[in-house]
């Protein structure tokens, strides 16, 4: 595919269709974070949104932009404070950075075992499944109707929510996750808890500079073998080496500023900007380009589109989105969760031998008997 094949940006409706189709894993994560971690959700769909675009302009292709999966599942499924998401986003940005700048990302991809990545993937991944099926059981306090007869309405919805995600999940023209938080938000509108038109305020909205106060010390040292380590591999291995791998394998020639190098930098960059900004941890992904392309785009005005979305949303609606995320069954959340989870294990089936599989699976039990920085440094 040659730079003649197509235009650097394209807006149309196969643009517009595939600018969303990563949302499967971007919403339930960010969405999470937010109602369930309080962040704010101006500072995450702002900078997402920037990130998006920023992306598109530089590299001039379609350009993924997903949270970083081992920290954001993390932080939901245990519950972190919003300073120990932001210290683990410094971490990984000066790291990554680093990684870049130094050119020592190619020689520790080539070193880092696959069955590692895929230990980390499988681990988190179980752990983003249990905690959506534990939000697909509890009550929902936001719900006026808690129950049909004996049967908790969280459980109904959830059964709902995953019927529907299996019959669109390979449907592209309504993106699963789409439909699911589409419908949420009218089902919190029909039986939730009506919203006030006093928790509105209209104005324009800005993300502020260190919104959550500076993390402690004891913040920095805590998340550090906690989320960064076991972090690191998946990020090499998916964020940067598989992803500028794939970028070339869709795009050809037009992919030329997709190196190693610059593809750790931008995520380095990003980081950096996120924990002064108090946005969410964020990165490229194989995953997320895969959806992308799948879905229709094929320039960098997917990224223009999507990116144009978040930041206008943000703008416009502010804290007041949190409102309106607010109306979501925390089922369906889950199934969100739950799906993603899935998506994440799932990497794991390019594992063959029995020994790397071996790892991969004691890596799980580790993981789940103590965390995953044990799991990581066993794996």
Excluded at 73 to 97: D, E, K
Excluded at 148 to 167: D, E, K, N, R
Excluded at 255 to 284: E, K, W
Aim: a positive charge.
């Amino acid at each position: 595919m040659t730079s003649e094949d197509h235009p650097t940006y394209r807006f149309d409706r196969m643009e517009f269709a595939g600018s969303l189709g990563d949302l499967g894993t971007m919403l339930p994560l960010a969405i999470g974070m937010i109602v369930l971690n309080k962040l704010y959700a101006t500072n995450v769909f702002i900078l997402v949104g920037f990130f998006y675009i920023a992306s598109g302009i530089y590299f001039k292709v379609t350009t993924p932009v997903q949270p970083m999966k081992v920290i954001g599942a993390y932080a939901i499924a245990v519950g972190l404070t919003p300073t120990q998401i932001v210290a683990s986003s410094l971490w990984m940005g000066i790291f990554v950075l680093f990684l870049g700048t130094t050119g020592l990302i190619q020689t520790i991809g080539k070193y880092t075992p696959k069955s590692t990545v895929r230990g980390v993937q499988l681990g988190v991944g179980v752990v983003l499944m249990v905690k959506g099926l534990k939000l697909m059981i509890m009550p929902d306090p936001n719900l006026a109707i808690q129950s049909l007869g004996p049967v908790s309405m969280s459980i109904i919805l959830g059964a709902v929510g995953i019927v529907l995600t299996l019959f669109l999940l390979d449907n592209k023209k309504l993106p699963a996750a789409l439909v699911i938080i589409i419908l949420g938000i009218g089902i919190g509108i029909l039986i939730g808890k009506p919203l006030r038109a006093g928790a509105f305020s209209w104005s324009f909205h800005f993300p502020k500079l260190i919104p959550y106060g500076w993390p402690s010390l004891n913040d920095f040292l805590w998340v550090l073998p906690v989320l960064v380590l076991p972090q690191i591999p998946m990020t090499i291995g998916n964020a940067i080496i598989s992803n500028t791998d794939v970028m070339h394998e869709y795009f050809g020639e037009r992919a030329y500023r997709a190196t190693y190098r610059s593809v750790s930098n931008s995520q380095g960059v990003a980081d950096i900007v996120s924990f002064f900004l108090g946005g969410i941890p964020m990165c490229h992904g194989a995953g997320g380009l895969a959806a992308h392309y799948r879905f229709g785009a094929r320039t960098a005005g997917a990224n223009l589109i999507i990116g144009g979305i978040f930041v206008a949303l943000a703008v416009v609606f502010g804290e007041n989105m949190v409102a309106i995320l607010n109306l979501l069954p925390f089922s369906l959340l889950g199934v969100l969760l739950v799906f993603a989870g899935l998506q994440l294990a799932l990497m794991i089936q390019d594992v063959e031998d029995r020994k790397d599989l071996f790892v991969v699976l004691l890596m799980l039990g580790i993981a789940l008997a103590t965390n995953l920085a044990v799991a990581f440094i066993v794996g």
